[in-house]
């Protein structure tokens, strides 16, 4: 793994494979359909390469559909592009492994994503594929007791030998799921991406991987106030939503970092 700069606009972080992610890249995690296409045009026109999306996020489709758009205007290349998804948890079995890759190929209108993710260790049961969150009469969650890593890593190596992703990794997994998957892999996984940020910096997981060639993508690195949105107002008094942006002791440290970046 290493990092090296393409210009002062293209930094990358480089795979044990080879493959090149670029350090920077767009989240789209509740971006709804109408605010991708204006959000994805101007990440472009800035400079950005890496899109990153889910299946769960609802907006592959948008994606899409701005890409070929973009594509079409010779604004940017498919091979410019770094776009990552990934597998759904109502889709934690390795017979769903392939089907859900397919549709998330087929909504972004792409022939392969460069990487794609187990997006959480714990699956959900899939009461139908548009119910990406099942719950029962009660109202809690269903989780799906039956999920295997061991059997969904050896199906996502499969999609790297079918060309329908050029890297595979994982997300949201802590140290012991992630040496299961090491355990046996045949394909390691390259990238983990997980929270990380001034409150919850994960040193230890971040050793770990470094340790193990695996690379780290931060979601929310600088928090997650949308994300009350998400879970719904009942839940809001059991989250600290404080913005690390107005955090005195972090806006002095952001203002040097902005005026390097700028500089």
């Known amino acids: 793994m290493s990092c090296k700069k393409e210009g002062s606009a293209n930094k990358y972080v480089q795979y044990f ?14 971006g709804t359909s109408e605010e991708m296409e204006k959000a994805i045009e101007v990440a472009i026109d800035v400079g950005y390469r890496h899109i990153d999306t ?34 759904p948890p109502i889709a934690l079995r390795a017979s769903d ?6 549709m998330s190929l087929e909504r972004l209108q792409l022939d392969y994503v460069d990487l794609y993710l187990v997006h959480t260790p714990c699956g959900l049961v899939n009461v139908n594929d548009n119910d990406l969150f ?4 009660n109202g809690c969650v269903l989780l799906d007791t039956t999920t295997d890593h061991v ?17 595979i990794g994982l997300s949201n997994f802590n140290t012991k799921q992630i040496q299961r998957v090491l355990d046996i892999a ?20 971040f050793d770990y991987c470094k340790t193990n060639e695996i690379t ?25 939503d404080s913005s690390l ?13 902005s005026c390097r970046e700028r500089v």
């Not at 559909?65 to 770094?82: A, I, Y």
């Not at 492994?97 to 397919?102: D, I, K, Q, S, T």
């Not at 990238?191 to 994960?202: G, K, R, S, V």
């Open 97 to 102: 492994v392939n089907r859900f890759l397919r």
């Open 134 to 137: 099942p719950v029962d009469a």
């Open 54 to 87: 889910a299946f769960a996020y609802r907006n592959e489709s948008a994606i899409g559909n701005v890409l070929q758009k973009l594509f079409k205007m010779n604004k940017v290349k498919r091979e410019e592009l770094f776009i990552v998804t990934k597998l």
């Open 245 to 257: 942006l107005d955090d005195p002791a972090l806006k002095p440290q952001i203002g040097r970092a």
């Open 151 to 167: 059997s969904i890593w050896k199906e996502m190596e499969k999609q790297v030998d079918l060309g329908l992703t050029r890297s």
């Open 17 to 30: 494979n080879g493959y090149k992610m670029p350090i920077v890249g767009l989240g789209t995690f509740l």
């Open 186 to 205: 045949r394909i390691r996984p390259v990238n983990l991406q997980i929270e990380c940020h001034a409150y919850f910096p994960q040193r230890e997981l």
């Open 216 to 240: 780290v993508t931060a979601y929310a690195p600088i928090g997650s106030p949308g994300y009350l949105v998400f879970i719904g107002a009942t839940d809001a008094n059991k989250v600290d």
